[in-house]
């Protein structure tokens, strides 16, 4: 079946577009302990949650990569329960096409009952952003010619990647209305499905 100007024409701007930052399971538990922490990622940290207090050690941070999975264990400490361990599980794309800025967790950390019951949505919520800024950190590191943002995360099990895109401007969106309009045979929106992701061959950044 012929490939349409159009489609070839999305696909050459997606190549332009769209690029690849690999964090490697070896330096994710650095990365992330920053994220997790304060200036110094090996000093403790306290977590607090209206009268609710957790001591978490990022310094401790383990981080474990499946395809389309996630593992995060955290060191932590309450008065309550002493030290513990809670392990997150966050299921995410398993390639490219599948690639996005939401996850699917447990209601709950596996480990100790008490803390999982009472941390499960603000623990999960911020180990799971602090995830997302490592994306962040690593864009940070980058000399790119254009502005970019994150627009998705997805692992196959060695590194966790994010694909970063330019962003839609409400200019850019309007100029491509505009021609779309004017074409005799409209533009078929299908083809802007993300499906077509897994096709485009994304480019992979350097550090320079």
């Not at 997606?14 to 538990?29: G, I, N």
């Not at 490219?96 to 803390?115: M, W």
């Not at 850019?172 to 499905?193: F, K, T, V």
């Not at 992701?197 to 320079?208: A, D, E, H």
Request: proline residues 7%.
């Amino acid at each position: 079946m012929p490939i349409s100007p159009e489609v070839l024409k999305l696909r050459e701007l997606a190549k332009s577009q769209l690029f690849v930052m690999d964090l490697r399971e070896t330096d994710a538990p650095g990365l992330l302990a920053a994220q997790l922490g304060g200036p110094d990622a090996k000093q403790p940290v306290v977590w607090r949650d209206a009268e609710s207090e957790l001591l978490v050690f990022p310094g401790s941070t383990v981080v474990r990569f499946a395809p389309g999975f996630v593992f995060v264990e955290l060191a932590v400490l309450s008065d309550q329960t002493g030290d513990a361990r809670l392990l997150f599980a966050f299921k995410i794309g398993a390639s490219p096409n599948e690639a996005s800025l939401t996850a699917v967790a447990e209601d709950r950390p596996r480990g100790n009952a008490v803390l999982a019951k009472r941390w499960a949505q603000p623990a999960t919520e911020l180990v799971w952003h602090a995830l997302l800024r490592c994306g962040e950190a690593l864009l940070a590191r980058r000399r790119l010619k254009s502005p970019q943002q994150l627009g998705g995360v997805y692992t196959l099990g060695r590194v966790l990647s994010f694909i970063t895109t330019e962003p839609v401007t409400t200019e850019g969106l309007r100029g491509y209305y505009a021609e779309a309009a004017q074409r005799e045979q409209p533009l078929d929106p299908s083809i802007l499905n993300r499906r077509f992701l897994g096709s485009v061959p994304l480019r992979r950044t350097t550090k320079r």
